[in-house]
């Protein structure tokens, strides 16, 4: 059935594809447990060679959501030497800019990446990434869309007001990068 709010749900979910093996899993900041849980997941099924967790001190944890992402692979049989280390970030930019850079110290090439994430944050975690890795990466997300997803979001208050909250950050967030990415397709 069509809802007048389709269009936001095509704005903030990204469509999910099949997954195929990359040079390294993704995991933008938070203190959800299924996207590293997901992420060891992929690991151990062989898609990628490293995790790449991200998120600096988060309250709410008592610890970096590094160590909370790091704690959850290693308990599920990730070998500690393939969850890489990204322990700073304090927003989603920051989880992109310090990402790339613990990629390139690590002299890891990478073409083609599998980011994990809640899948209302997907959208947004996508264009970031996109904006701070350089084009030739191509980034696939897998979406946790075990609580609220493209099919439930306006079901309830919260999920409603989870997914315009992304809307609008979406719609702010990126003004400033459009003009950057139009010449950078060399339009």
């Known amino acids: ?24 899993i993704l995991v933008p900041g938070g203190s959800h447990t299924d ?25 709410k944890l008592g610890m970096t959501e590094w160590e909370f992402f790091r704690d959850i ?11 890489l280390k990204e ?18 110290d690590n002299h890891i090439e990478v073409k083609r990446a599998i980011m994990v994430c809640k899948s209302y944050f997907s959208r947004r975690a996508l264009m970031t990434y996109q904006t701070v890795f350089p084009p030739s990466v191509t980034i696939q997300v897998m979406l946790d869309d075990l609580r609220i997803n493209r ?3 306006f079901q309830d208050e919260e999920g409603i007001r989870l997914v ?12 400033y990068h459009i003009p950057n990415w139009v010449k950078q397709n060399g339009s």
């Open 164 to 175: 315009l909250t992304e809307a609008k950050k979406i719609s702010t967030y990126f003004a």
């Open 35 to 59: 996207p590293m849980s997901m992420a060891s997941e992929l690991y151990l099924a062989g898609m990628a060679p490293y995790i790449l967790p991200s998120g600096g001190y988060n309250m």
């Open 73 to 83: 692979g290693v308990s599920m049989g990730v070998p500690e030497h393939a969850i």
């Open 87 to 104: 322990d700073q970030a304090k927003n989603t930019f920051d989880n992109a800019r310090n990402s790339w850079k613990v990629i390139q």
């Open 1 to 24: 059935m069509k809802y007048p709010f389709d269009c936001l749900t095509d704005l903030v979910f990204v469509e999910e594809e099949p997954i195929l093996p990359a040079d390294i």
């Open 151 to 153: 099919d439930n979001w």
